[in-house]
Each structure stands twice: as C-alpha cells, then as structure tokens.
C-alpha cells in the first residue's frame, strides 16, 4: 500500500513545498525593492554593493581632516552598518544572484572599511592626546578620558606626570584598569584600552582555514565523484528542480542538490548526493539557498567533514571550537605626541609625519632582563553572559591567530563581573568561550500559538531559550538563566533568524551548531539527507502541530530520526498523554507504539496505524480537518522561518 500511495503523496508533498519558492521569490523582491528604496532616498550614504560609490566614500573620509572623536565615532556608526550590509548580503543572497567577482568584491570592501575605521579610531586617539586639556585629572595632573557609544568605548590614560605613585589607574566608569612596570610608570606614555563591541578580527583566521569557494566550486571530486549514478528519472530531476532552499553556515560550497525524500527514495548511498556540473548549473537558475543555517551544502559537509577540520596546536585558539564573547579589547602602550600649547587665541600643536606611534615594551635592549609584567582589569559588559571562566587570548598579528601564551595570572571575578590577568607586552585581547557549551540541549520543543505563530523553546544545561515566530520574523523573547531572566536589553525585538543567530551568538548564547560541532559534541549525528528532510517537513505542518524532544531519537540511529508530535490548536499546555511518537528516515513516516515511559526502544508500528511516505501524510492520518486547513493555508513566510530556525538550531542531531 504503502509504495502504490507514494507517487500520489510525494506531489501532494511537491505542492506544499512550492510554499519554500514563494519564499525565495518573495526574498528576492524584498531585496530588489530595498535596493530601489536606497536609491530613491538621496540620503547621501553610500550603497556598499556599487564598487564607485563606496571608494568614493572612504576616499572622501580618509582626506578629511576631522579627527574630533565623538564625529569618528559617529561617522564609524555608518561604516559598521555598511560592513553588516555587506556581510548580510553575503550571508543572505543565494549563489544564483551573485556572482563570484561580487563576493569577493564585497570582501574586500569589508576589509578596507575595516582598516579604514582603526586608522580613524587611531587617528582620535592621537588628536585626544594632543588638544585633551578638558580632560586632565586635578589630583593626579594626568589625562583621563571615556568616551563611549553602543559600538565603541575609549579609554585613554596619559603620563604627563610621570610619578611612580600613579602607575595603578582604573576607569571607573567601565571598570577597566591596569598597573604599570615602574619604567613606563616615569615614561612620557599613554594607556589605551579600545574596547569594541565587534569582531574584525577573528573572521581572518576563519578565512584562513576556509576551503576557498572557488575551489570548492571547481573541484571535479565534488561534481564529478559518482557520474554512473547521477541519472535520475524525470519525477526525481522535477522533485530536485522543486526542492526549497538549504542555507549553509558561511560560504556557500556549490549550488545543487537533491530533494531528501526523491534521492532516498532512488538510493541511500552517499554517492547518489554527487551531481554532474549541468544538473548543478540548471539548479542555480531554479534554486534559492541563503547562507544561513548550520549546514553548508551537503556535499560540502561530507567532503570536508572526511578531510577533517583544521586543529590548531599548542597556544593557537580553535575558533571552530571557541568564540569571542564581548568584543575585542585594543590595549596599547602610546607615545606621547607633542601637546598644544594655547598662546592668546592661538592654539599651536606640532605635526608628525609618523602620527600615532605604540610605546615599545618591553624595550628591545632590556632582553634577557627580568621582565615586568603589565597587569590588567577589564570589567566585563551586562551584554553578554560568561556561563564559564573565559578563556583569555591575545591576537597575533602576523600569524593571524589567536594565542593564549604571555597571558598569566588569570583571576576571573563572577560577582565583580570582571577578569583581570598579566601580560609581558601590550596586545589586544578578546575573552572566549566554548561554543559548545550548551550542547547537546537538554529539551526543546516547537508548538504553534496562532495563526502563522509558533513558540520555540530550546533548554540546555546552563539556559533556556524562548523564540517566538511570528509571520517572517522572529523575537527573543526569554533567556533564563539560573531561574533569571538575562539579557533583557535583547528581548522583544522581531528581527530575521539570521540577524537573530548573530545578536545571540555575540552575547554568548551559542544554539547554532557549527559544521564541525559534531567532532566536539557528542551527539548521535544523523544523516544530513534525513535530518534536513524532517525540518522541512516538520515546517510546513508547523501551523498545526506541535513537535518536541524524544530521548529515543538517539537509539533510533544516524539513519531515522524520532520525535514527539501533538496536534495543537488552541493555547493550552500540552500534557503527557497528548504526545505521540513518530519515526522518519526519508523514504517512510510512521508512527510508533512506544512512548517515552516505555523500557526499550522499538520500531513497532502504533496499532491501526501505518506506513506514509511523508510526515504529513502520516499526520493526516489522525489529524482533524481543522488541522489540515491550518496547514494548508500555512503562510509561506512563516514555513520558512521555522525551517530556518530549525535548520540552524540542529535539534535532531544537538538534543
């Protein structure tokens, strides 16, 4: 019965999938039509994606001779939002709409603009300690001055003294601070700590590490691997030119694949992944793949995921492994530039050509001497949450990494909220975290609370997270931490899954597995075809159902997945006995006598009950009429962000 019904069912599952290319459809004229908007403002900022425009921007910015810091911070404003424009859009656009030479160009941009906001936040600093009489202490005789927005805060400290006894200072207001050697105590020196709220540095190492994109989209091994196999009837080559979007997690790695129910139907070999480049280029035209959830292409994953991650040894930091959390900190040792002196009306100050210079220490002819070391305080912001004693590291520079070697005496303050550690030189530092620490979640679930609203709940050992989902939007709408609810400034703010993943990941809530997660949790990892299946179909009968956590899904194996499903339609709390257990592995649904009381685990069939090529048809069986109208009459919008969200998120595999 089961395999007579599958040809019927598999359209009808085609037909709702069309909701997925609504999506994309309505995505592409949403960014369209943003474009226009742009360009119909006149608001004289630039469109990053025009190459004139946004080079005529920076060399507008870099002859300008305005280094007051409280313009460059606000001038610096507009450069991070033309830098999350650029990384939107390459996150967000699908391969079909952007070629090869706009990626990189893009890249590029992001480097210069990035490069060009440190040289002005340079630039500030070195005008501050010049014209910063207002900011002398009357006590001390010194230089102090904070100065701060949402992006950025400075903290800037000079020597004019040179007094042993004011070598300690701390910032009061952010609760930096720092103690110097005695040598640079009586030395004509500056203290800068730059703390900024973003990360401009750790995507280097990334890159680093990447497999470029362009040679993943060359390479023969990809393409090319099975091409015996690669012949497809024309009901399977229909259901793949019909299949929604799969987002992948930085680069987009090639632009084909294969429905997960037609190619488990065909075959359940790795090998039937594998596409000829036409199949691959006749895709492109028809399929839609932001860059947005946790996996890159499935052929991608497989390939590197058998290459095997690059792990750094000794002193290096992981960053597949690791995350900054809060920012980076700039600590620089500075010399002093001439001041300005004021004669009458006249303010005179001296030029250098070399502008601002870093105070060398230690000094080059103390090598071999007992060396000093420098000690830090950085108070730690509300804005992110340490479930951990953070890991401190320094970035080197040439090496494009960070390091954990010359940081010594780490003493981390919970109460104080503050860290503070010894340096032998002046580095900047980030505090990092284990972006896995909150995996595998304990529990989640994911119920519908009205029309095209759902309510996602993810709870691991340390937090427990609440998204509401609300037609093509999301919202945090609690974090609980410890009974308490943290990170209040983040909450009830609707905003897209990818904007969301990256506000929870910067304030060290990390629930978005990585493609490398699987090698530093341990977890059941189930097969990609199977699991990106589930979520999509899992998406579109989301209006009706409620699924959840089902601690069988990990003696099911890699192959199947299990989860709890309740039909849900109004708003009361689902009870134990409203759930039932469902099995899926691409080809078949069913639903399973056990439950989660039950002994042992079993593939036995619920009484009455049988096989269904799809989810939905499975659910059809037991559903009321009610329910299928709901799902039905889905909106396309909301599909897709659940499936995103589930995408991201890997439930199946990280629970």
């Not at 409280?70 to 070629?99: A, C, H, R, W, Y």
């Not at 070399?354 to 080059?364: D, N």
């Not at 709940?457 to 937090?463: D, H, K």
């Not at 609810?485 to 905003?495: P, Q, R």
Request: hydrophobic letters at 35%.
């Amino acid at each position: 019965q089961d395999q007579e019904r599958r040809e019927s069912e598999l359209a009808e599952l085609r037909s709702l999938e069309q909701k997925f290319l609504s999506a994309q459809q309505w995505k592409r004229d949403h960014r369209a039509r943003a474009k226009w908007e742009h360009y119909l403002s006149c608001d004289g900022s630039p469109d990053p994606t025009v190459l004139q425009e946004i080079n005529t921007f920076m060399s507008l910015w870099r002859e300008d001779q305005n280094e007051d810091v409280q313009l460059v911070m606000e001038k610096g404003e507009q450069v991070l939002n033309l830098i999350e424009k650029l990384q939107f859009l390459l996150l967000d656009t699908p391969p079909s709409e952007i070629t090869e030479k706009e990626t990189v160009q893009y890249q590029e941009s992001i480097l210069e603009l990035q490069n060009l906001l440190q040289q002005k936040y340079d630039g500030a600093t070195e005008h501050l300690l010049k014209t910063g009489n207002m900011y002398e202490d009357s006590d001390t005789g010194n230089m102090e001055a904070i100065i701060k927005d949402k992006n950025v805060t400075f903290c800037i400290w000079a020597n004019l003294t040179k007094q042993v006894r004011f070598k300690q200072h701390t910032f009061c207001d952010v609760q930096h601070g720092f103690d110097l050697p005695k040598s640079l105590a009586e030395s004509s020196v500056a203290v800068r700590i730059l703390h900024t709220q973003y990360d401009h540095l750790s995507p280097l190492w990334l890159r680093c590490q990447s497999v470029p994109k362009s040679e993943v989209l060359d390479s023969k091994e990809l393409t090319q691997h099975s091409k015996d196999k690669v012949e497809e009837s024309e009901e399977v080559e229909k259901k793949a030119r019909e299949e929604p979007n799969v987002p992948a997690e930085d680069e987009m790695c090639s632009d084909g694949r294969k429905s997960a129910v037609s190619v488990q139907e065909n075959s359940n070999t790795r090998a039937d992944i594998n596409e000829t480049e036409e199949e691959i280029e006749k895709k492109s035209e028809i399929l839609d793949m932001p860059s947005q959830g946790i996996w890159s292409v499935i052929m991608c994953i497989e390939e590197m995921n058998e290459k095997g991650a690059a792990t750094p040894d000794g002193n290096v930091v992981d960053l597949q492994r690791f995350v900054p959390v809060g920012g980076v900190y700039h600590i620089d040792a500075l010399q002093l530039p001439p001041r300005a002196k004021q004669i009458q009306d006249w303010s005179i100050v001296e030029l250098l050509d070399a502008g601002l210079e870093a105070y060398p220490y230690p000094p080059e002819e103390a090598e071999g001497a007992p060396l000093t070391l420098i000690q830090i305080t950085l108070g730690l912001p509300d804005s992110v949450v340490y479930f951990q004693d953070p890991v401190v590291a320094r970035w080197d520079p040439t090496g494009q990494q960070w390091r954990t070697d010359g940081i010594s005496n780490i003493k981390y303050e919970t109460q104080e909220r503050s860290i503070t550690f010894a340096l032998g030189a002046f580095h900047t530092i980030a505090l990092l975290q284990d972006a896995h620490l909150n995996m595998p979640y304990q529990a989640w679930e994911l119920r519908p609370t009205g029309r095209d609203e759902a309510l996602f709940v993810i709870t691991t050992g340390f937090v427990t997270v609440q998204i509401q989902i609300k037609g093509n939007q999301c919202m945090l709408s609690s974090v609980v931490v410890e009974e308490k609810d943290v990170l209040s400034h983040m909450t009830g703010k609707w905003t897209s899954p990818l904007d969301l993943r990256t506000v929870l990941k910067k304030a060290g809530v990390n629930i978005f597995p990585g493609e490398f997660a699987h090698k530093y949790v341990s977890v059941n990892k189930k097969d990609p075809l199977v699991e990106v299946g589930a979520y999509q179909q899992m998406a579109l009968v989301a209006s009706a159902f409620a699924f959840a956590w089902s601690k069988w899904n990990l003696e099911a194996g890699p192959e199947q997945v299990v989860f709890k499903v309740s039909e849900h339609l109004k708003a009361d709390s689902l009870k134990d006995k409203d759930w039932s257990l469902y099995m899926f592995n691409g080809q078949k649904a069913q639903k399973l006598k056990i439950t989660e009381t039950s002994e042992a685990f079993s593939e036995e069939l619920e009484e009455d009950s049988e096989f269904h090529s799809t989810i939905y048809h499975m659910l059809k069986d037991f559903a009321s009429k009610e329910a299928i109208a709901k799902v039905e009459t889905a909106n396309f919008l909301f599909i897709d962000v659940v499936y995103q969200l589930l995408l991201a998120t890997g439930v199946l595999t990280y629970s």
